[in-house]
């Protein structure tokens, strides 16, 4: 009886521990195949002094500034973000957005060191105003450009909010697919 009492005491700080463990795990690591060319002839965004858009914001609200995609993005990059996003949707089985419309917001009073921006795809204009201005999104593309360790990595978060679906990914240089984490969440290689 003594047994089956101390096992059962023991029962739960072991579950604790394994699932700490399984916190701990280094995220799935994968090569993501070439989707579409991963550089061109202008560079991924247009920015100017202090790495800031060249144009004044569409929209402003108290954490973020939104910017027209096609006067910020360039094509070659808005093209491998929506290769990859595409290729994210159909390995998670969602809903296709088609990037026919998109918006680059810039988060403020957030801490960084560097501006960060995110790209935010959509299948039409109107989809992209009810997101971006009347916050009513039924699903979220969203690519978060990183600065770290001398390029930029891409987060990429994949959501449907009525299916109460949400997937992230980290996309790294070079090629490098780390499943199910932020770019943040990815431990530096030293």
């Given at each position: 009886m003594r047994f089956l009492l101390t096992l059962f005491k023991l029962l739960p700080v072991l579950l604790l521990a394994g699932s700490l463990a399984a916190c701990s795990q280094e995220p799935e690591l994968a090569t993501l195949p070439d989707l579409a060319p991963m550089s061109g002839d202008s560079?991924?965004?247009?920015?100017?002094?202090d790495n800031l858009p060249l144009l004044p914001p569409v929209v402003s609200q108290i954490k973020y500034e939104y910017y027209q995609c096609d006067t910020l993005v360039s094509d070659w990059f808005l093209k491998l973000l929506l290769?990859?996003?595409?290729?994210?949707?159909?390995?998670?089985?969602?809903?296709?957005?088609?990037?026919?419309?998109?918006?680059?917001?810039?988060?403020?009073?957030?801490?960084?060191?560097?501006?960060?921006?995110?790209?935010?795809?959509?299948?039409?204009?109107?989809?992209?105003?009810?997101?971006?201005v009347n916050s009513r999104c039924a699903v979220a593309r969203n690519v978060t450009l990183v600065p770290r360790e001398g390029a930029v990595w891409r987060s990429y978060f994949?959501?449907?909010f009525e299916l109460n679906k949400y997937y992230t990914h980290c996309l790294a240089p070079p090629q490098k697919w780390h499943k199910g984490v932020t770019c943040d969440g990815v431990v530096p290689r030293t």
């Open positions: 560079p991924m965004l247009r920015l100017g002094p290769a990859e996003m595409n290729f994210l949707e159909k390995d998670a089985g969602l809903a296709h957005v088609d990037g026919s419309a998109c918006a680059v917001s810039r988060a403020i009073n957030q801490g960084q060191a560097e501006p960060r921006f995110t790209v935010s795809l959509y299948s039409s204009r109107k989809e992209a105003n009810e997101c971006v994949l959501t449907d």
